[in-house]
């Protein structure tokens, strides 16, 4: 079992930056890709960004790119995300979600094991 606890949301201005922090504990953080969704009032949760278990890649869909960063440190077992120039649109709970080894369809929730209990965020216009 792998346990993720999501740190970091809070209430920002459009403009804004946040860093949104999961630790991971219960197994090896290093062999885990670790993932950051968020899910809107109404909507599906979508995938956000994504990080391999070494570090070496990184995934983003284009409503992010290059506004957010997604960031490990495996001797903290954490994994960050990094928000900047946050939009109204960036409103949701923002979770993090570990996947062994997965280096294929990363945006798929379908890969992920395990999950945290999400953390908000909203952005004010």
């Known amino acids: 079992q792998v346990q993720l606890v999501e740190s970091g949301g809070e209430l920002v201005q459009a403009g804004g930056s946040l860093r949104l922090s999961c630790v991971a504990s219960?197994?090896?953080?290093?062999?885990?890709?670790m993932g950051w969704f968020r899910q809107a009032p109404g909507k599906e949760r979508e995938f956000v960004a994504g990080?391999?278990?070494?570090?070496?890649?990184?995934w983003y869909p284009d409503s992010v790119k290059g506004r957010f960063t997604i960031s490990r440190d495996n001797a903290k077992s954490t994994v960050y995300l990094q928000m900047n120039t946050l939009k109204p649109e960036d409103t949701a709970v923002y979770y993090c979600?570990?996947?062994?080894?997965?280096?294929?369809?990363?945006?798929?929730?379908?890969?992920?094991?395990?999950w945290g209990q999400g953390t908000q965020v909203t952005v004010s216009s």
């Open positions: 219960g197994r090896t953080f290093s062999d885990y890709t």
């Open positions: 990080i391999s278990w070494t570090g070496g890649s990184t």
């Open positions: 979600a570990a996947s062994y080894r997965t280096r294929r369809n990363v945006r798929a929730q379908y890969q992920y094991d395990y």
